[in-house]
Nanobody
Framework: QVQLVESGGGMVQAGDSLRLSCAAS????????MAWFRQAPGKEREFVGY???????SYAGSVEGRFTLSRDNAKNTVYLQMNSLKPEDTAVYYC????????????WGQGTQVTVSS
């Protein structure tokens, strides 16, 4: 079992930066693919990006170049650095984890709210 706890959300202005953290329990954290998703009011949940156990990353086109995922396996924590924030980035951000790249994400955090005002 893996438990995920997000933190770092808040209210910022357009152009600001914010860093989200996701702390994970479990001794096999380093083996998991870790990802961030987000869900804006009235919209479907959407993929933001993922980081593999070795640090490889992939991002949604809407955040490419502005957001950066990283992980610290010693601290069982994954980070989402968000720069040049836009009002359309406003959403609840969720951390997710899976053991195998071909599997669905089966562990989810409770979410943290990010609000970007114009």
């Amino acid at each position: 079992q893996v438990q995920l706890v997000e933190s770092g959300g808040g209210m910022v202005q357009a152009g600001d930066s914010l860093r989200l953290s996701c702390a994970a329990s479990g001794r096999t954290f380093s083996s998991y693919v870790m990802a961030w998703f987000r869900q804006a009011p009235g919209k479907e949940r959407e993929f933001v990006g993922y980081v593999t156990w070795s640090g490889g990353t992939s991002y949604a086109g809407s955040v490419e170049g502005r957001f950066t995922l990283s992980r610290d396996n010693a601290k069982n924590t994954v980070y989402l650095q968000m720069n040049s924030l836009k009002p359309e980035d406003t959403a609840v951000y969720y951390c997710a984890a899976k053991m195998y790249s071909y599997a669905e994400y089966n562990y989810w955090g409770q979410g943290t709210q990010v609000t970007v005002s114009s």
